[in-house]
C-alpha cells in the first residue's frame, strides 16, 4: 500500500473496511437508491471506487464525478455518457449491442459509435432527462441493475442555486426524485449519491428534504483506533522506517479524528523526515514535527475555509466566528449558551442550530450533548484554523 494523500485510493491503495463494504452491499441488495453520509475527507470517493472496481454479480456500476455542472441537463447528459461508455457493460457483448442500438435510435446525431465508446455531437442538444428515461425503458441488461454512483452530487446542487436559482435547484433534486420513483424504469437502476459535502445540510437548507427522504443512508465513520493502527501498519510495509506501537499509538491520539486523510498525510510528513534525517526508526519526536508540518500545508486544508464562502451577510459571520472562537479559546471549545448568544448577537435564532449541524455534517465540529459544547473534529484542523483563519 503506498502513501496517498490528493487523489481516491484505489486498487491495492485503498484500505477495506469489510463491515463498511458489506453494510453498503446490504443497502444496494435491498433495492435502496443511497446517500453514503459522511464529513469531508473521510474516504467516500474511494469507497465508491472500489465498488465500481469490484462490481457483485448481477450489477453494473457507473461512476459519475458532477462537481462541475451548474445545470440540469448537463447533469443527465453526463450521467447519459457514463452509462453508454459504462466499462463493465462492455465485457457483455449483448448488452453492448444493446447501447449501439439505443445510441442509433435515441440519438439522431453521433460522432463516434465503436466498440469502445460513444460521443454525442456538439451541435446537438437533447433533453438528456428524457434520453436517460428512453435509455431505461429501452436497455436489455440481461437480468442486471444498474448502479448510478453519483460523486458531488451535493455540489451540483449548491452550484446550481448559485447560478440559476434555489428553484433551479430544489427542480434537481425533484427530478431525482420522480426517477426513483418511476415504476416504469426504477426495477433496472439504483442512485448512490455522495460528495464533499452534505446533502442533508443542502437540502434542509432549501426546505426540500421532502425530496431526499426516500434515500437509504449509509454512514461513513471515522476509522476504529484498530483501524488506524492497521492503515498505520499497511502503510509501514511499503517504506523504509519503523514505528512501534508506542509511537503509533501516539500519532493517533495527536490526530485523533482518524480519517485515512490524516493518517496518510502524517505518514508523507513522516517520510519527507525519513528522507532528510535517515531515521530508520520513527519516535514521538518525528511525530510531532510531521504534524506541525501538516499544519503549515495551507493547500491540503484551505478547501475547509474556501467551502465557507457560500454562506453570505450573518449566516456567514456566525460560523465563522464559532469556528474562531472554538479555535483560540483556552479550553479549545464553545458552550451551547454561547452559541446561542452568538446567534442573538447576528439575528439568527430560529435557524443558528441547522447551520452548526451543517458544520457537525461536513466534518468541521463535534458535539458533546452531555457536556454541552462543540469542538473541532481535529485538533489538526484546529491548529490550521488558528493559524490561518482567526483574528
Aim: aromatic share 10%; charged share 30%; proline share 2%.
Amino acid at each position: 500500500m503506498k502513501i496517498t494523500t490528493g487523489q481516491a485510493a484505489r486498487g491495492e491503495n485503498f484500505f477495506k473496511r469489510p463491515i463498511l463494504i458489506n453494510k453498503l452491499w446490504r443497502k444496494i441488495d435491498s433495492d435502496s437508491s443511497i446517500i453514503i453520509s459522511a464529513p469531508r475527507r473521510v474516504g467516500k470517493t474511494s469507497l465508491m471506487r472500489y465498488i465500481e472496481d469490484n462490481p457483485r454479480e448481477k450489477y453494473y456500476v457507473v461512476y459519475v464525478i458532477t462537481e462541475s455542472v451548474y445545470n440540469e441537463n448537463k447533469y443527465y447528459k453526463e450521467i447519459v455518457k457514463a452509462i453508454l461508455n459504462c466499462d463493465s457493460i462492455r465485457k457483455r457483448d449483448k448488452v453492448i449491442n444493446s447501447i449501439k442500438d439505443i445510441a442509433k435510435n435515441i440519438f439522431k446525431s453521433i460522432d463516434e459509435l465503436g466498440i469502445d465508446s460513444v460521443k454525442f455531437s456538439k451541435n446537438i442538444e437533447y433533453n438528456y432527462y428524457d434520453k436517460f428515461i428512453e435509455i431505461m425503458r429501452t436497455i436489455d441488461l440481461e437480468g442486471h441493475k444498474l448502479i448510478i454512483m453519483i460523486d458531488e452530487f451535493a455540489q451540483t446542487i449548491e452550484n446550481i442555486q448559485q447560478k440559476e436559482g434555489t428553484a433551479y435547484a430544489v427542480h434537481l433534486l425533484q427530478s431525482n426524485r420522480v426517477l426513483r420513483q418511476n415504476s416504469d424504469i426504477n426495477n433496472k437502476f439504483q442512485f448512490i449519491y455522495t460528495g464533499s459535502i452534505s446533502l442533508e445540510g443542502i437540502a434542509r437548507r432549501m426546505d426540500s428534504s421532502k425530496f431526499i427522504n426516500d434515500l437509504d443512508i449509509v454512514k461513513v465513520t471515522p476509522l476504529s483506533e484498530l483501524e488506524g493502527k492497521n492503515l498505520i501498519n499497511e502503510l509501514l510495509k511499503g517504506l523504509d522506517f519503523t514505528m512501534d506501537d508506542g509511537t503509533i499509538n501516539h500519532m493517533l491520539n495527536e490526530i485523533k479524528w482518524l480519517i485515512p486523510f490524516y493518517i496518510q498525510l502524517a505518514m508523507d510528513k513522516i517520510q519527507d523526515i525519513y528522507d532528510e534525517d535517515n531515521l530508520c526508526v520513527i519516535h514521538n519526536k518525528s511525530v510531532d514535527i510531521a504534524i506541525k508540518r501538516m499544519v503549515e500545508e495551507n493547500n491540503k486544508f484551505s478547501s475547509w475555509h474556501e467551502r465557507l464562502v457560500v454562506y453570505k451577510n450573518n449566516d456567514y459571520k456566525f460560523i465563522m466566528e464559532t469556528l474562531d472562537l472554538i479555535s483560540i479559546s483556552e479550553a479549545k471549545k464553545i458552550t451551547y449558551n454561547e452559541t446561542h448568544n452568538l446567534a442573538v448577537k447576528y439575528n439568527l435564532c430560529e435557524t443558528y442550530k441547522d447551520l452548526l449541524n451543517t458544520l457537525i455534517d461536513d466534518g468541521y465540529i463535534n458535539n458533546d450533548d452531555e457536556g454541552k459544547f462543540y469542538t473541532f473534529t481535529s485538533p489538526i484542523l484546529r491548529m490550521w484554523w488558528c493559524k490561518k483563519n482567526a483574528n
